[in-house]
C-alpha cells in the first residue's frame, strides 16, 4: 500500500510511505480520534487534492515495523478529513471543527466502523 500525500487546501504536510499491506482494503465510516485529551467518535472521508472534494476513505491492515499488525486509515491524495459524528456540516477545508490530515496509523483492534457494517 503507497500512501502519497502532497501540501493542499486539506492538510500542509507532504507525506510519501509505503507500507506492506495483509488485508483488504475497506471503506471507513467511522473512528475513535483523540480530541483534547479524550477518545471520541469522528466521521472520516478522503480528500481528492484534484477536485478539492471528498471521496472514500479506506482502511487496511498492516506490517508495522516492530511493532506488529497495525490499522492504516488512507484517503485520497489530499489525505482525510475527520469531524466529530454528529456533525452535519458540508465537508470543506477551513472549517473549524473539521480537521485534514495525511493518513493515520492505529493498533490493529482499534475502534472503526465501515460503510459496510451500517
Known amino acids: 500500500m503507497y500512501v502519497d500525500v502532497e501540501a493542499n487546501e486539506n492538510t500542509h504536510e507532504n507525506f510519501s510511505m509505503l507500507y506492506r499491506d ?18 471520541s467518535p469522528v466521521q472520516v472521508i478522503g480528500w481528492d487534492k484534484k477536485t ?11 506490517e508495522e515495523s516492530g511493532d506488529g ?9 489530499g489525505g482525510i478529513r475527520i469531524k466529530l459524528l454528529e456533525d452535519e456540516t ?29
Request: aromatic share 12%; hydrophobic share 30%.
Open 22 to 39: 495483509v488485508s483488504e482494503s475497506r471503506e471507513v465510516y467511522c473512528i475513535k480520534y483523540n480530541i483534547e485529551g479524550e477518545e
Open 52 to 62: 478539492q472534494s471528498p471521496c472514500a476513505a479506506y482502511a487496511c491492515q498492516i
Open 69 to 77: 499488525i497495525a490499522t492504516l486509515i488512507h484517503g485520497g491524495t
Open 90 to 118: 458540508e465537508w470543506k477545508p477551513g472549517e473549524p471543527k473539521q480537521k485534514g490530515i495525511t493518513h493515520l496509523v492505529y493498533p490493529w483492534d482499534c475502534f472503526i466502523v465501515y460503510k459496510d457494517e451500517i
